[in-house]
């Protein structure tokens, strides 16, 4: 967007300044007006589902995201207070992601196919990240420009939140959709109170269990890796390893999305492997998808420019490793609450709004000049050793 002079002004110098040449403290704030719109919409939203279900919540916010989303080009263009308050509807609506995945979880996974589930339905962010960098590429290279890579964003979320409102079901019993034996699959292993559709939550136990909150912890810190990953990958292989923009989206898109088909694969021998117990195996996923991809996060920092691609690859194994976490974390909070696991979800996705309030205060602290690589060192040290140490909890 700063190349983009079309809107520009000329300084006193003679010398043309874009409008869109935001430094950082100004990127810092649009990133932080989603954080806080997604942390005091997740409680309320969370709310509506319980009363009325995801369907309608979920499609309204969609709705609601895909406006926002057609009209940043033009808040951009007119108002910098009004792009923030855009930014913060938009986050206010993306709260109502992770609600729903904990919702759809417990009531149509199986037992026995929890880590699937979940590790399909999380996959939302690398598919977005991979379609939107491949995409924004193309766009900002092509003659319609950046601008369009909102537009269509747009056009396709009316798309999809329409297949949504059409296909999507609360409860499995009450679709003829669901065979009986499917029925069955899916309540198997499930109590009563699992099953029911009225159910009193205790907030104080989950508040104070050891192992929610470890659950709690390790998602904080894998999330801050996911977020830095999202938003400032493109920037660091731009500014930092000088990759044009074109190759930036591709490799962009590469990073997030090689993480995709490794979630799915080992969610899979997560479910289906019976050799060991379960909370071994909670125990290794757990430990590659925070302790070994904060091994590979805080060694980016250190590599020379002139070897871009070992930086490459360290930034795929991260999110490779990052990708099993349905199968740690994810999975101990799912047996350890049960029923109560959308609650345990809806408070991951508070946490992520922690998330994008550390990941951008870090970036803003340590790194003044984006193409400086040893300024992001600090950045990269610090979440990748929080990571080492936060695996050490016991979930």
Known sequence: ????????????????????????????????????????????????????????????????????????????????????????????????????????????????????????????????S?????????????????KWSYYLHSIFGFVLFGLWYLVYIDY?????????LELKKIQKDKSEAHLSKKCD???????????????????????TAAIMFSTYVPIYLHEVLKFEIKTTGFLSSLILGMSIPVRIFFAIVSDKVKLISEMLKIQIFNTVSVGVSGIFFA??????IEYSGWSVFCFVMCMCCIGVNSGGFYKSAYYHSRQFNPIVITAIQWIKCLALFVAPALVNIFVSDESNRSQWIWVFTIIGGCMVLVRSSKI
């Open 1 to 128: 967007m700063k190349n983009d002079l079309s809107d520009g002004y000329t300084n006193l110098n003679g010398s043309i300044h874009g409008i869109y040449d935001y430094d950082s403290n100004e990127k810092a704030y649009i990133l932080w007006s989603v954080a806080i719109g997604t942390f005091l919409g997740t409680f309320p939203l969370h709310f509506l589902y319980t009363k009325f279900g995801a369907k309608i919540p979920f499609f309204v916010c969609g709705l609601v995201s895909c406006c926002t989303t057609a009209l940043i080009p033009f808040s951009a263009k007119t108002n910098y207070y009004f792009l923030i308050l855009l930014r913060f509807i938009q986050g206010f609506a993306y709260s109502a992601d992770f609600a729903a995945i904990g919702l759809i979880n417990g009531r149509w996974a199986p037992v026995s196919e929890v880590t699937i589930f979940m590790s399909i339905l999380t996959c939302f962010n690398g598919i977005a």
């Open 130 to 146: 991979t379609i939107t960098n491949v995409g924004t590429g193309l766009l900002c290279e092509s003659s319609l420009g950046w």
């Open 172 to 180: 499995p019993e009450d679709t003829k959709r669901v065979s009986d």
């Open 201 to 223: 939550v205790p907030y104080k136990k989950l508040l104070t269990s050891p192992v929610i909150l470890c659950v709690w912890l390790n998602a904080f810190f894998d999330l």
């Open 299 to 304: 060694s980016i920092g250190f590599i020379p």
